[in-house]
């Protein structure tokens, strides 16, 4: 399945996790192999380059490219249809251990809550991806070096959209939940602060009081973050302008 979609707010922001991005529930984002956010960046060569075939095309409308359309076509209906090719020993080799040393890497966070660079899914889709790059070839078998097309592909769109600052380190469920494993942390020892103080000050918990008890911990802008998230989730709300209070 190949699908495309406009963002939101009409362009990618790669700040913000793509599944707060796209009309598309987070467990349907997370079939598709690969995801790409195109975004319109100045690149003066890029620019060049595409400037020169736009209006090449307008200057000749007749010509065509280095591959004439038809045969193309031809070339992939044939590959889909006659080629299934098979991992070789090499591959899976490859495949493998991109995937445990990924799943297994350290990360530069000090939070309880490891985040998950990639799952089962991933696996899968390395393998489907490797099995394309070798009906490109019209090959029966998949090398070692479409196994290397396919993880550098995976990595590439993982940089794109799971790359997590906090930890600098890969993290699924930036795509899949738009919650990385950094901000589950952070809305985890909210939390646990929320029950301590609630022993300390009662029910009715001061804002200013609980960031004084996360200064030095949290920032501001995760503080307010984690408190959106926990009023979301139903876990507290507010009682009165200025306190929190569990449910």
Known sequence: VLAAGNPKFGRFDPYMPIAQQVDIQPTLLNRFDVIFMLR??????????????VLTEHQ???????????????????????????????AVKEIKNFYVSLRNAPTASDSAVRPIPITARQLSALVRLGEASAKTRLSDKVEKVDAERAISILKYYLMQ???????????????????????????????????????????????????????????????????????ISGDVFHPKKGFIQLV
């Open 40 to 53: 319109d960046m100045p690149d003066k060569s890029k620019d060049d380059a595409i400037a020169s075939h």
């Open 60 to 90: 000749n409308p007749s010509s065509q490219g280095s591959i004439d359309p038809a045969l193309f076509r031809k070339y992939v209906a044939y590959s889909k249809q006659k080629v299934s090719p098979d991992l070789t020993d090499e």
């Open 161 to 231: 959209a799971g790359f997590d600052q906090d930890t600098q380190s890969f993290d699924i469920d930036k795509i899949v939940t738009g919650v990385t494993a950094s901000k589950r942390g952070k809305i985890i020892e909210m939390k646990n602060m929320i029950i301590d103080l609630e022993n300390k000050v009662g029910k009715q918990i001061p804002v200013e009081e609980l960031e004084k008890a996360l200064e030095g911990k949290m920032e501001k802008a995760d503080i307010d973050d984690a408190l959106e998230k926990l009023a």
